[in-house]
């Protein structure tokens, strides 16, 4: 599959990687469309199935990210014809305003997908139709899987029985200490142990 996707891809392939088993194929933000076309049309590949499509933030991960760039959309790919599986990673070329252009175009159930990690890592898709937030509020403030979010998050909502509706208010969650009472407490399970 290495040598297909080398003769099909040509200088748009910025690296190829194998690790247990499974290719990464990394492509600049540039050539996003036009390789995820080359990689569904070329007769010798045949990738015509998108398995899944996700966002992910490698702000932390010293080793991805070596390029600089936080937000990558990585695309699973299967190719029925040679039984071929294959990921796909690029990133977005701006860390403020990550965009890339959508592949509903090319792989139609790419919809939700793209939709999802618009709305949990505020990545753009350019091109897609229905752009909007889905698992998520509406009014929702921010973007919940990136890793700068709040782990409380910025308002919670509940509903108030005397306006008999939900209301929007700022979050009330009180820190609370996450270290095991055996940790922090000498003399916890000693109880009547001589010492």
Not at 15 to 23: F, W
Not at 87 to 109: G, K, Q, Y
Not at 134 to 139: E, P, V
Not at 178 to 190: L, S
Request: charged share 25%; aromatic share 10%; glycine share 8%.
């Amino acid at each position: 599959m290495k040598s297909a996707l080398g003769e099909a891809l040509g200088d748009r392939i910025q690296s190829l990687t194998e690790a247990l088993g499974e290719l990464t194929l990394v492509v600049k933000p540039d050539h996003h469309l036009e390789v995820a076309r080359i990689l569904r049309d070329q007769e010798t590949l045949g990738f015509e199935q998108l398995i899944d499509l996700c966002g992910l933030d490698y702000s932390a991960w010293a080793n991805v990210g070596s390029n600089g760039l936080r937000f990558a959309v990585v695309s699973h790919l299967l190719s029925l014809r040679n039984n071929w599986r294959l990921r796909v990673r690029t990133f977005a070329a701006d860390d403020e305003f990550p965009v890339l252009p959508s592949l509903t175009e090319i792989w139609p159930n790419a919809n939700w997908y793209e939709r999802e990690a618009f709305d949990l890592f505020g990545i753009v898709f350019t091109g897609h139709s229905d752009l909007r937030r889905i698992l998520t509020d509406y009014g929702f403030i921010g973007h919940p899987f990136r890793k700068d979010f709040p782990i409380s998050g910025n308002v919670e909502m509940r509903y108030d029985p005397e306006q008999r509706r939900v209301v929007y208010q700022p979050v009330t969650i009180e820190p609370r200490e996450v270290t095991p009472r055996i940790v922090r407490e000498d003399a916890f399970g000693n109880a009547g142990r001589p010492r």
